[in-house]
């Protein structure tokens, strides 16, 4: 019988580093990282109807709702047939908890930890270069020169959704949603 692929989550809250691990676990252990946020941001991008229909509530800090981010992903891992993948952002809720084990067992789940004064203070100093996804930290990875980009020279933005009102509504619902998912997974 032919083993199919090693099969992971990663979880935690919005800044504690999930994007950053998911690179060295892929450098590592050749896990192939799949990012829910960054699927969402592309389709936004690409302004397809999943894009459309994600857009209001990214951009508010909500969740998206779990058909549409279910929808996604399970197409996204379907596609990625026998290599081993790590999944960020996803599942947040029970029902994606639900959703995603009918179609994939898992082999671990790991959760990062990072207190709510941190998270708050790291998000709300990154910057972004929209054209390559290079991150900055105003705070520790600050850029050669003040708000442009290394490399290209061009300007960095801020994520609308990094902005201080909006990440103090992501960290609450975080805990509030994702609580139940950590609980699950601890328990089977
Ligand atoms: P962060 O981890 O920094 O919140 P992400 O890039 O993972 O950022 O997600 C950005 C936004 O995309 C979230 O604030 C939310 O609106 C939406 N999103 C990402 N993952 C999910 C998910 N699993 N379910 C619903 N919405 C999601």
Request: with cysteine.
């Amino acid at each position: 019988m032919a083993r199919r692929a090693f099969q992971a989550v990663i979880l935690g809250p919005p800044g504690s580093g999930k994007g950053t691990i998911s690179q060295r676990i892929r450098e590592h252990f050749g896990l192939h990282p799949v990012s829910c946020g960054d699927l969402l941001r592309d389709n936004m991008c690409r302004s397809t109807v999943i894009g459309r229909q994600a857009q209001v509530y990214v951009v508010q800090g909500r969740l998206v709702p779990d058909d549409i981010v279910s929808g996604m992903i399970l197409s996204e891992l379907r596609a990625l047939g026998p290599t081993p993948w790590l999944l960020d952002g996803y599942p947040r809720s029970v029902v994606q908890v639900n959703a995603l084990a009918l179609h994939f067992p898992l082999d671990t789940v790991l959760e990062l930890q990072v207190p709510t004064a941190i998270l708050q203070q790291r998000l709300t100093s990154r910057w972004l270069h929209p054209g390559s996804g290079r991150i900055y930290n105003t705070e520790f990875n600050q850029p050669l020169v003040q708000g442009v980009d290394d490399i290209t020279g061009e300007p960095l933005t801020q994520r609308e959704d990094d902005r201080p009102k909006t990440v103090a509504r992501r960290l609450e619902l975080y805990a509030e949603c994702t609580k139940p998912v950590i609980e699950y997974y601890m328990y089977v």
